[in-house]
């Protein structure tokens, strides 16, 4: 009976062991996993910290190149200018692409411009800065996106839209294309809007806006400051019908 008792004793202990240990270690995981997740908090508040600081010091250039835009009235024009760095590994301009994942990245900044001419004699004109600034990373214009679109207001019909682009490039890159030394650069876009079915819907009429002016101008960096661009859209007043196979 003494054996049997100490058969049991060593039973017991033999099976309770194994199952302390695992909820140590089940224990100590967790404590890992929470030290991991409050450091990983603790240092992405610092980074949006960091970056709401750095945000407070954006500042534009006071050299600008003007776009003035002659439009019809039944159209307006939106302008997204993207600035980002000359060298993407610029430690001035490392940034983070993912507070989730705080992965470093350059910086860059986005503005957009709205342009319309509710009085087609007067046209409209937008000054856009050459570079902005944060902190001590200068961030240099490299593209203007504009898109062409029916004003809301002017139209019940679903409406396409038109896009082209300018950028700013150095001589050396495409000299070919590049407009030096011209100060004046007078662009012009005619434009129809062809009316069509909805795919989805029969009953939903849709206008597809196509233009036959230039998709991309390549602007040259030295003299960008120097720059006007002059843009004239006229837009067909009788709208055809899309002919589709």
Known sequence: WQHYRMSLRTTHWASTGPLILATGRT??????????????????????????????????????????????????????????????????CSGVTSFVSNIPGPRSVTKAFHLSSPDESKPSRVDIPVHYSIGACKLPLETVGLTLQNEPRKSAINSGEYRFHLHVRDATEDATSLNAGIKELRLTQHCKQLVHRSSSSKEELRKLLICDGRKEVNLDRKNLKEVSVRLHVTLDPMEAPLYQK
């Open 27 to 92: 224990t100590l995981s967790l404590l890992l996993v929470s030290m991991a997740l409050i450091t990983s908090g603790c240092r992405t508040a610092a980074v949006i910290s960091k970056e709401i600081a750095l945000s407070t010091t954006t500042r534009a250039s006071s050299r600008t190149f003007n776009l003035t835009a002659q439009l019809p009235a039944q159209l307006h024009m939106t302008l997204v200018a993207h600035y980002a760095p000359r060298d993407a590994k610029d430690l001035n």
